[in-house]
């Protein structure tokens, strides 16, 4: 990501009401064998709790399994939370009927891994566009024609003729994840989830991507929720970065604080490998510690990361789950490590 550093500087959110609350979300998958009898649940998300900001990109990392994409659909109401609330602007989304539903979703964009899958093949880019609108009740024509065009221009898909024939095969993979963006952004949403909204494209056209991303969030003050793989962009992405591991949060920092001290065992993993100046060293450095990721059905007692952690205390760490510990105004990690007494 060369020139990303440069072209993507950040302006901090403006620090109110947050835009969107979790408290205590938790979203559990039941498993049942031969199809009838239950075999327990896999604890896919278990009791996350964050504020997000108008205005603001936070990063989510962490392995393959610990939740993300559940904690995604969830904020999107695609999964109804099991347990805890989520509030939008102040209103308990958990509690919402379906009309209301239907309006909280039109304030919040989806953007996809896979564009080519997230777009109806048998429509064309105008119907694409035009859809949401209509299940959303904008009834005159020429609004919706107006809005089309001028979204598409916003994603830069131009020019416009050309592309609102054309059907999902005839675009590109950056121009299918340019019209993933458009329809996001038809009804003018106020979030933006976005789920590795740049892993399947050439690395030719991830920078336009997210550069296309932060350019809609400023002109539109939008927040912006980021789920990665890719270390290399979330600093010059995201104000803050929430590390996950086995379904819960486990340190929420600003970026700056998160890559210049990263204070959760599992971070300091994470985050060393993209973060030694020394490319001799990246060779030797593993992106994640060894040993296998907890079993979200069976999840270990205390801290989950404990079987894989090097700094455990046994007798504690094994056996109580760590708090959430605010270590200084930008970070708060969940890790016995911390605890003043200690
Ligand atoms: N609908 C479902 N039914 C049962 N289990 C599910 C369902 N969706 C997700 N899971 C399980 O929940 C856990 C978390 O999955 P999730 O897709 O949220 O992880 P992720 O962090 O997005 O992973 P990746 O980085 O690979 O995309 C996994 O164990 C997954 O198998
Ligand atoms: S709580 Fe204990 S096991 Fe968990 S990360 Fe901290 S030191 Fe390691
Ligand atoms: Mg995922």
Redesign the pocket.
Known sequence: MPNLAVELQKEPAEQNEPILKAVGLH?W???RRMGFFKAGD????DGVSFDLYQGETVSIV????????????TILGI?KPTKGELYFQGKNVTEFDKHELKEYRSKVGYIQ?DPYGALPSFMDTRTILEEPMKINGISSKKEREDRIRQVLEEVKLAPIEDYLPKFPHMLSGGQQQRLVIARAMILEPKLLVA??PVSMLDASVRVEILQLLQSLQRVHNLAIIY?T?DLSTVRYFSERIFS?YG?KIIEKSTTEALLDNPLHPYTQALFRATSDPDAENLKTFKEVPAGEPPS?MNPPPGCRFNPRCSKKIKGLCDVEEPPEIQVNGDQIVKCWLYEKKR
């Open positions: 979203t998958f039941e498993i896999v604890r896919a998300l962490g392995e393959s399994g610990c939740g993300k994409s559940t904690l995604a659909k999964h891994q789920d590795e789920i793989h996950m379904a979200l």
